[in-house]
């Protein structure tokens, strides 16, 4: 090796040694800040990674079921997914080239238009969470899943399910898109079938997704399981007769209610129009409203009974009293009561069984109007259930001081006076259990109440037996029969007011019952609104719809047949008419 | 001649006293940069699977490439410490030719490609590539060649000194005109240290040394961006959520490591809060998981790499071989300078800078350029004790 091929760091090595120093010290200058980073700034760095990763974060409570009397699900929430997207990130991803196809794919899966996903999404480019679609099924969010779109996510939530659908929708109502109660019992008992969420400690990613819970603040309480009085086979066969009743008489609407009489529990409520509340777009307000219980009509020659009772109460009748009707037609003042035809001379009993209303006009005027105005209005005439179901309609009964002659007349056949399905049933109710004034109830009882006496007992039982001849055969109510039960009730036909008048032509079928006799337990009322077909009877509309009711209540409620002897029947019929709607005379066409 | 296994690890300090046959590797050197490499693998995997399957829709999509970038980088290492330096210091002059003009095409808008804003690649097919890179390597291999030609000379004329640092100082204003600050300083520093290392006049390298680093940053100011980036590196915490984001990010990253870490995997700053946490953050992801015990161990491996290269460089000079000894001093400063740059970056000594962390952080073009410089040391050594 000669000197002049001689290189310049072995011939001068503090250059070397010089630069191996600065490497050295930038390597301990580093070590040394970060012993100074741990040291000095530890519990603030460590402080602030916290402000930044850990959040409370709600822990959802589950909603409380809904369950018919015999523990069968009417109500219940179940998982779905609802697939949102974090704009900021899925923007910037779908600028890029390949994404469309997976957008293209997005959108069908979501059942969306690709264009307007896209814009969705880009007007709100400045927010990090957009839902796009809510409430998938499992098996559907899934597909969404496997797709990995960047910036779109999953979130479990709870969809309630309504397994009985349109036959329960007006009882239970629904919940809203975040479980909270919007119509119905759902509704109602908010309060009890809400849960109560609970809260953790969890440490996020920054895009808000939880990767660890690190603990728990507070357990979430999850909502009540509510047992309804509702038993969902009687609501599914009542459902199915008043759907095939209005339908066959191509009416506007429907109710039926169905009673127990011995414990004011609410055995099934149904009405027409209905909608699907698994659906989710929700129904214009006449579907959505439960009818039975919102809507007074007024009841027509359904309220002969409490006026024979009122009578019969009164001690100046008893059953055999007799009546003249002759000669069918009867004016009171400007006003002329008509039979459908002339009854002749008849019984108080057949004043109801022929539905006569002048027999019924004679009874109401003869009596004091404070006990016919006390003994309707005991039966809960004008005053609400007290079921707590929410819009619930308290019906008219005018106070006797105000009434003119005429309101006094109409009333007893029924005009001047409006009642909901419900309120009729549980009239009838009265009767069936002997004079006690139920306590209604939609939630299931397991010991009923001390129940007010507004009937006498045999009162009571004489109306029983008054309404036992109405479905007997060649009773205005026999279509309301049903094989190997003893049955009755009153059918009855009111016209309905359209623009304020009563229209010729618009009827409210009625029939309103109670089964069996021999140990009453239902009572059943029918209500079929407008039927346009060839009939509007209620002894030919709403009695067939009481019959099938009733005969599939009886049968799932296993009560025992009481018909199977030939039982006497104590009044007797003379004649067979059909039930006589209200003639007005032109004179008195604008009643109240 | 017996052979002796210990002699193996035994480095000559002369060759004529060699008097056992030569080892062929640079087992230190080769073990150590494995060592990386696996490290690199393992931090990778863990700061990508969870951005990677939340932006990419495949937890392994960073971790898979990486791979490939290391196995490229292997085999491109070992092409490196098979071919005879002599042919790539011949070549030298026309890599570095062809490297200019690369970086000259990227910067013709519809060439190149953009990313983050900023134009510093070349797409070939799927491929991208970043000439900047590959720049580091050409210059060593001119500058090894120059200073070589230069020690077998007796004077060498202050005028040939100047045409080589002009010659930098224009590939220099290219890579800054990619607004690539970090690399252009990576690259000046690691030059100006061959040509210190190298003999070279003080008045020489020291003189334009220190200009080229007055106009880097005069330049670099220009720039609204990096100005801002240069204000929140000195208080981030002044604005945590906009200019200050990285460099908190990536401090409560380390201060939550703390001695120990966090554990393997168990980090949370990956989660998207860091930005770039398989690429030129994951230093912090590594403090945060394995402590400060890492953060030594990593930078004490870093330190060993480079002074390896110099004791590599300084065998090969006491062997007469200069050419080798510049190329090795020009890899170990390449090295350490982007290693300790990048760490200083993390945290939060430097202000922030898109640069790799040489073999362990992802970035295929970083991967390949490192990995053939380590073949290229290899080479060096495997020269020097041949006595070829």
């Known amino acids: 090796m000669s000197g002049g091929s001689r290189s310049s760091a072995l011939r001068a090595p503090g250059r070397r040694y010089l630069a191996v120093s600065m490497l050295m010290a930038s390597a301990l200058t580093l070590v040394g800040w970060a012993v100074y980073l741990n040291l000095n700034h530890g519990a603030f760095l460590q402080e602030q990674g916290e402000a930044r990763h850990l959040r409370e974060a709600a822990i959802p409570a589950h909603r409380g079921k809904i369950l018919d009397r015999n523990g069968q699900p009417l109500a219940i929430s179940a998982p779905v997914f609802s697939v949102w997207a974090d704009p900021t990130v899925f923007v910037e991803w779908s600028g890029g080239g390949d994404p469309d196809k997976k957008i293209d794919a997005l959108a069908e899966f979501l059942e969306l238009d690709p264009a307007a996903l896209r814009e969705k999404v880009l007007s709100r480019s400045d927010r990090e969470f957009l839902y796009l679609r809510r409430q998938l099924t499992p098996a559907h969010a899934e597909r969404v899943r496997a797709l990995a779109v960047p910036g779109v996510g999953l979130r479990r939530e709870d969809r309630r399910y309504y397994p009985l659908g349109e036959a329960a929708s007006h009882v239970i109502g629904f919940a809203g898109m975040d479980e909270e109660g919007q119509e119905g019992v759902e509704l109602a008992l908010e309060a009890r079938l809400a849960g109560h969420p609970g809260s953790e400690r969890v440490l996020r990613d920054n895009r808000g997704r939880v990767v660890e819970r690190v603990e728990r603040l507070e357990a979430p309480r999850p909502g009540e399981d509510i047992v309804l009085s509702i038993d969902a086979q009687i609501q599914h066969i009542a459902y199915q007769a008043l759907l095939d009743g209005v339908k066959e008489h191509r009416a506007h609407a429907g109710s039926a209610v169905v009673l127990d009489v011995r414990s004011g529990e609410v055995l099934a409520m149904v009405n027409q129009p209905s909608y699907n509340p698994n659906r989710r777009t929700r129904p214009a307000g006449g579907r959505l409203r439960n009818r039975a219980i919102t809507d007074v009509f007024e009841p027509g020659s359904t309220i002969k009974p409490f006026i024979v009772a009122a009578a019969l109460e009164s001690g100046q009748f008893n059953v055999g009293t007799v009546v003249d009707t002759t000669p069918g037609t009867f004016r009171v003042g400007r006003h002329t009561v008509r039979d459908v035809r002339n009854y002749g001379v008849i019984d108080v009993a057949q004043v109801v069984v022929v539905s006569s209303n002048i027999g019924a006009t004679k009874l109401a005027l003869a009596i004091d109007p404070e006990l016919t105005w006390s003994r309707l209005s005991r039966v809960g005439f004008g005053t609400g259930s007290a079921s707590g179901f929410p819009g619930e309609a308290q019906g008219v009964l005018n106070h006797f001081s105000g009434w003119r002659q005429t309101e006094h007349v109409t009333l007893s056949y029924g005009y001047g006076v409006s009642v909901t399905a419900l309120q009729l049933a549980r009239a009838y109710a009265v009767i069936a259990n002997g004079g006690l004034l139920p306590r209604v109830s939609f939630v299931r009882v397991d010991r009923p109440d001390d129940w007010l006496r507004v009937m006498s007992e045999p009162v009571a039982r004489q109306m029983r037996h008054v309404l036992e001849a109405v479905v007997a055969p060649g009773g205005t109510g026999r279509r309301a029969g049903v094989p190997g039960y003893r049955i009755g009730g009153k059918t009855g036909t009111s016209r309905k007011i359209i623009g304020g008048r009563y229209a010729d032509d618009r009827y409210i079928s009625l029939f309103a019952g109670i089964a069996p006799m021999s140990h009453p337990r239902l009572a059943i009322v029918v209500m079929v609104d407008d039927p346009s077909g060839e009939h509007y009877y209620g002894g030919r509309v709403a009695a067939p719809v009481f019959s099938r009711i009733a005969q599939g209540a009886l049968r799932v409620l296993a009560v025992a047949p009481d018909d199977h002897v030939v039982v006497t029947r104590r009044v007797h019929l003379r004649s067979e008419g059909p039930d006589s709607p209200l003639k007005v005379s032109a004179a008195s066409g604008a009643l109240p | ?265 168990e980090g949370v700053q990956k989660l998207f809060y860091l930005p770039e946490a398989h690429n030129d953050f994951l230093f912090a992801v590594l403090a945060e998981e394995l402590g400060f015990v890492g953060v030594v161990a990593v930078i004490a491996v870093f330190l060993f790499v480079c002074l390896r290269a110099i004791g590599i460089g300084r065998e090969s000079e006491a062997a007469g071989r200069p050419c080798g000894a510049h190329v090795a001093y020009g890899i170990g400063l390449l090295v350490a300078i982007q290693a300790f740059f990048n760490i200083g970056v993390n945290m939060g000594v430097l202000p922030t800078k898109g640069l790799p962390l040489p073999l362990v952080s992802y970035g295929g073009s970083s991967m390949l350029v490192t990995c053939s410089g380590i073949g290229l040391l290899l080479r060096v050594a495997l020269e020097t004790r041949r006595g070829r």
């Open chain 2, 1 to 265: 001649m017996p052979v002796r296994p210990q002699a193996q690890f035994r480095v000559p300090v002369n060759p004529a006293e060699a008097a056992e046959p030569p080892p062929i590797l640079d087992l230190p050197l080769l073990v150590a940069t494995l060592a990386l490499l696996g490290l690199g693998m393992v931090m990778v995997a863990s700061a990508s699977l969870a951005t990677a399957a939340g932006e990419e829709g495949a937890p392994f999509h960073y971790f898979v490439r990486h791979c490939a970038y290391a196995a490229s980088g292997v085999l491109a290492a070992a092409v490196a410490a098979s071919l005879p330096l002599s042919l790539w210091i011949r070549i030298a002059p026309w890599l570095l030719g062809a490297g200019m003009v690369l970086l000259a095409l990227v910067l013709i808008p519809g060439i190149g490609h953009e990313v983050n804003g900023s134009r510093r690649w070349l797409r070939i097919g799927s491929l991208t590539l970043q000439p900047s890179e590959p720049m580091k390597l050409c210059v060593i291999l001119y500058l090894a060649g120059f200073l070589g030609r230069r020690s077998a000379e007796h004077e060498t004329p202050v005028r040939s000194y100047m045409a080589t640092v002009g010659l930098l100082v224009a590939i220099a204003a290219l890579i800054v005109l990619e607004s690539d600050y970090g690399t252009t300083a990576v690259l000046l520093a690691t030059a100006f240290g061959m040509l210190y290392l190298g003999g070279t006049p003080l008045v020489v390298c020291v003189g334009p040394a220190l200009a080229a680093a007055a106009g880097l940053g005069t330049l670099a100011l220009q720039e609204s961006y990096v100005l801002e980036r240069l204000l929140s590196f000195t208080n981030p915490w002044a604005d945590p959520f906009g200019s200050g984001f990285q460099l908190t990010q990536a401090q409560i990253a380390i201060g939550r490591g703390g001695w120990f870490g966090v554990g393997l995997g």
